[in-house]
C-alpha cells in the first residue's frame, strides 16, 4: 500500500502562491496516474488535479491557468504550484494515486487577509 506525506502548505494572503509536495513509499510512482484533492471546512474532498504516468494533466474548473500540477518520478514525489491563490481554496490538500488507497495527512492551506 502506497504512503503519502503532503507538505509545503502554509496561511497566505490572496494572490500569493505556495508549493505543495507529496512524497510517496510504497508502491512503483512511476506507474500510477497521480492527483491533488482538497476538503474545504464542512464540505466532501474534492478532486483538484492530475497527471498521468504519460505526462497527460487535467484540471478541476476552478484551478485552470491558477494551478500547476508536475511529478518527479525520480524523486517518488508529486507537486502542485498554487499561484493568485483565492479565499475559496482555503481546504486541507492531499494526494493519492487515481483510484485513490489510503489517504494521508495532508497539508492545511489557508487563504486570508
Known amino acids: 500500500q502506497v504512503q503519502y506525506v503532503e507538505s509545503g502548505g502554509g496561511l497566505v494572503q490572496p494572490g500569493e502562491s505556495l508549493r505543495l509536495s507529496c512524497a510517496a513509499s510504497?508502491?512503483?510512482?512511476?506507474?500510477?496516474?497521480m492527483a491533488w484533492y482538497r476538503q474545504a471546512p464542512g464540505k466532501l474532498r474534492v478532486f483538484v488535479a492530475s497527471?498521468?504516468?504519460?505526462?497527460?494533466?487535467g484540471y478541476t474548473d476552478s484551478v485552470k491557468g491558477r494551478f500547476t500540477i508536475s511529478r518527479d518520478n525520480a524523486k517518488n514525489t508529486l507537486y502542485l504550484q498554487m499561484n493568485s491563490l483565492k479565499p475559496e481554496d482555503t481546504a486541507v490538500y492531499y494526494c493519492?494515486?487515481?483510484?485513490?488507497?489510503?489517504w494521508g495527512q495532508g497539508t492545511q492551506v489557508t487563504v486570508s487577509s
Open positions: 493519492n494515486k487515481q483510484p485513490p488507497d489510503a
Open positions: 510504497g508502491g512503483i510512482f512511476s506507474m500510477y496516474t
Open positions: 497527471i498521468t504516468r504519460n505526462g497527460y494533466i
